[in-house]
C-alpha cells in the first residue's frame, strides 16, 4: 500500500484481520474494544479463511505450525488488513519477512481442561477421550493409559457435541477459549500444570503488524502486557530451539512470582510411557536465556528422540 494510502485508512476505522470461527472473533473483538478504550481508535473486524480452517486434515498431517496463520499475514502484506490477531500458539517460532509481533496482551487462565460428565480420574476404564493436541495425546496417556485417545478436528461447538452424541466420553481443549466463548458450563475438571503441562503460549494473544508500520506497532503497544510477553517468550524459546511445533509432543509453562520467572517444560512419548519434565527459574528479563538453557538440557536427556516417535493414531 502506497504513503498516501495509509494517511487515507488513517482517519478510517483500523481493520484487524482475524479468522472467521466464533472464538476467533469473539477474542479479536475484546481486543478491539480494547485497544478502542486505550487509544480511541475504532476497529472494524475482517474476517479470513486459513488454510487450517479449511482442511479437514489433522494439524499434524499439514504441517501444523502456521496453518492458521500464513492466510492472515498474507493480508497483512498486501494492505487489506492493518493488524491481525492470533492465537500466540498458532505463531510459528520463526520470525516472519516483514512481520512484527506488536503487542501480547494480558494472558488469560492457560491450562486444559477437559470436558464432559466426569472427572478424569472418573471416567471408565477404556473411555474414548477426543483432542488433536499430541501433546495432550501423550499426557492423557501418562496419567491414564486405559485412555483410547481419538484424534478430532473442528471448532469447540462441534467436539463438545461429540461428547453429548456419545461419539466420545470426553475432550480436551483449552480453558480459556472456551470462557471466551462463554461454554464453561461443559467442564468437568482444568488440568494443573503438574498434571498437563500446557502448548507454549496457550491462553495468549498475539496481534501482528507490519514491521514497516511503526506508527501501528506504537499504537498496538499500548495493550501489550509485559509479564505475558517474558513467560511466552521464555516457552516458544524452548519450542525454537527444540525445533518443535504444534505436532510434537511439548508442554510448557512461565508464570513471574515474587520477580522471580519459572518455567517448566516436557516432552513426552505419544505412548504416555515416558517423560522429560525439568524447570529452570530466573529474573524475567533472561526469559529467552531461560528457555534456550531449560531446552538444551532436554536434549542432552534425549527429547529429540521422544519427538521422534510419532503415533498419534488412535488405539
Wanted: hydrophobic share 40%.
Amino acid at each position: 500500500m502506497s504513503t498516501a494510502g495509509r494517511a487515507e485508512r488513517a482517519t478510517g476505522p483500523l481493520r484487524l484481520g482475524t479468522r472467521k470461527s466464533l472464538m476467533a472473533m469473539t477474542q479479536s473483538q475484546q481486543v478491539a474494544d480494547a485497544l478502542t478504550r486505550r487509544t480511541g481508535h475504532a476497529v472494524e473486524l475482517v474476517g479470513v479463511t486459513t488454510e487450517g480452517d479449511v482442511s479437514k486434515a489433522l494439524l499434524a498431517q499439514i504441517g501444523g505450525t502456521g496453518v492458521f496463520v500464513n492466510g492472515l499475514r498474507d493480508k497483512l502484506l498486501s494492505g487489506e488488513v492493518d493488524f491481525a490477531v492470533h492465537s500466540l500458539k498458532d505463531l510459528p517460532t520463526g520470525a516472519a519477512d516483514g512481520i512484527a509481533l506488536a503487542a501480547t496482551p494480558p494472558r488469560d487462565d492457560p491450562r486444559d481442561a477437559l470436558c464432559g460428565p466426569f472427572k478424569l480420574a472418573d471416567l471408565r476404564h477404556g473411555a474414548r477421550i477426543g483432542t488433536g493436541s499430541p501433546r495432550r495425546v501423550a499426557q492423557l496417556r501418562a496419567l491414564r493409559p486405559d485412555l483410547e485417545v481419538v484424534p478430532i478436528r473442528g471448532n469447540a461447538d462441534t467436539r463438545l457435541r461429540k461428547v453429548t452424541d456419545g461419539e466420545l466420553d470426553a475432550v480436551v481443549l483449552a480453558y480459556a477459549g472456551l470462557k471466551r466463548i462463554d461454554r464453561l458450563d461443559a467442564v468437568a475438571e482444568v488440568f494443573d500444570p503438574e498434571q498437563m503441562l500446557p502448548a507454549p503460549g496457550q491462553g495468549s494473544l498475539a496481534l501482528e503488524c507490519r514491521s514497516d508500520r511503526a506508527d501501528l506497532r506504537a499504537l498496538l503497544g499500548t495493550v501489550d502486557d509485559p509479564a505475558t510477553r517474558c513467560s511466552v517468550t521464555a516457552e516458544r524459546t524452548v519450542l525454537a530451539v527444540l525445533e518443535a511445533g504444534c505436532s510434537a509432543p511439548v508442554g510448557t509453562y512461565a508464570a513471574e512470582r515474587e520477580q522471580e520467572l519459572r518455567l517448566t517444560a516436557t516432552v513426552a512419548a505419544y505412548d504416555g510411557s515416558r517423560q522429560i519434565r525439568l524447570s529452570a527459574s530466573g529474573h524475567p528479563q533472561r526469559a529467552e536465556e531461560l528457555g534456550r538453557e531449560l531446552a538444551h538440557r532436554l536434549l542432552a536427556q534425549g527429547a529429540d528422540q521422544l519427538m521422534g516417535e510419532r503415533d498419534i493414531e488412535p488405539r
